[in-house]
């Protein structure tokens, strides 16, 4: 039944059924294509998945233009993240990274022993202060490894790609760079550049980390992939737990791939999204990161816990705190249906006097 704030499929929120914008989740559900092969593979499950397994991975290298030992598939960009730390962890190892960023790497690198764990710190408007890392890797003697998550979360800002790339081209010794790109898909300015084409160049000093659970909506199926030189891939391999995706997340993936009308879809969907959700934040004069991915960083007018409740009371679950960014709020954008409903809600509040 058509409800009176919009489409058919869009529903009122309740406590019970809430708008999920804290996770980063794609909120179209997955490609209709993978959906159904998904399903269609379920009665497949008794048999093991290698040979689409070893499909997926071959599509993956054709499109990076590597062949297909570059490539590495793993449950999700978080295994990639774990195995690669796991792989190069060692007593003198010094992890270097923005102080705000996802924090899968930093919390990797403390139960792998790898003690020097250098932050740091984000410039004023919540960039990531490039020198201030490089001057970290060529301050340190031992090996450096670098987590660069491009566009950035969860402050959604990119670092200008002709910087990124001249760092990591000039080699600096004993240093690789795991370059995360989960929402690289994501990003409109121009100054944005995947580093994957540095790879198709031979880089020896990169491990991208890519997933399937933002643009191609598929967070709960538990897949991505990594690109690096094969002998970075095979100590990756050591870690991971081998053969670990399951048969119909690897068919929906192959079929996401392939689908580009959907991931066509998915992007318009979320720059639509991205726009309305703006117009709220512009009408509340409320600051924010330029957002190149699929949630914005902005600034609230109470405590972050307040704003919390309210949203909640509403209906509306937003992210959790990031601190040091105390004031702000990281809302991931829902379908435009929800996020029309969620600038309705924060508009409302305002006229209450609660924002
Ligand atoms: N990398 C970044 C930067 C993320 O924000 C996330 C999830 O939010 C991940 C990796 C993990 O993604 P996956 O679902 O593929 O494990």
């Not at 990124?164 to 409109?188: G, N, Q, R």
Request: hydrophobic content about 45%.
């Amino acid at each position: 039944a058509k409800s009176s704030e919009g489409t058919a499929s869009f529903k009122t929120p309740t406590p019970e059924n809430p708008i999920r914008i804290c996770w980063n989740e794609n909120p179209l559900g997955m490609s209709p294509k993978a959906q159904a092969v998904a399903r269609e593979t379920v009665a497949q499950g008794n048999r093991y998945p290698f040979t689409s397994t070893g499909e997926l991975q071959n599509l993956i290298a054709a499109d990076y233009g590597v062949p297909a030992d570059h490539v590495l598939l793993t449950a999700g960009a978080t295994e990639g993240i774990r195995a690669a730390i796991e792989a190069l962890a060692a007593p003198d190892v010094q992890l270097v990274l923005p102080a705000l960023t996802f924090d899968a790497a930093e919390e990797n690198a403390k139960v792998n022993g790898i003690t020097k764990i250098t932050k740091v710190p984000m410039l004023k408007d919540w960039g990531i202060d490039l020198p201030a890392m490089k001057k970290a890797v060529a301050d340190y003697d031992g090996p450096s490894v670098v987590y660069f998550v491009n566009p950035n979360n969860p402050t959604g800002a990119i670092c200008k790609a002709d910087d990124v790339e001249a760092w990591i081209k000039s080699k600096p010794a004993k240093t690789i760079f795991l370059m995360d790109e989960a929402y690289a898909e994501f990003a409109d300015d121009k100054n944005f550049r995947s580093c994957a084409p540095l790879l198709k160049e031979g880089a020896e000093n990169i491990v991208l980390l890519k997933t399937f659970s933002k643009l191609f909506a598929m967070a709960g199926m538990r897949v991505g992939w990594v690109v690096s030189t094969p002998e970075m891939v095979g100590k990756l391999r050591e870690k991971t737990a081998s053969n670990a995706l399951n048969f119909p997340a690897v068919k929906a993936a192959i079929a996401s791939w392939k689908d580009k009308e959907f991931i066509k879809l998915s992007r318009a969907s979320n720059k639509t999204s991205r726009e309305i959700l703006l117009q709220a934040l512009h009408a509340l004069k409320f600051d924010y990161v330029p957002s190149n991915t699929n949630f914005i960083f902005h600034k609230v007018s109470v405590p972050l816990a307040e704003y919390q409740k309210h949203m909640k009371d509403a209906g509306i679950l937003v992210g959790r705190a990031f601190p040091p960014a105390d004031e702000y709020c990281r809302v991931s954008l829902g379908t435009p249906e929800e996020m029309t409903y969620v600038a309705k809600t924060m508009l409302e509040l305002r006229k209450k006097g609660l924002v």
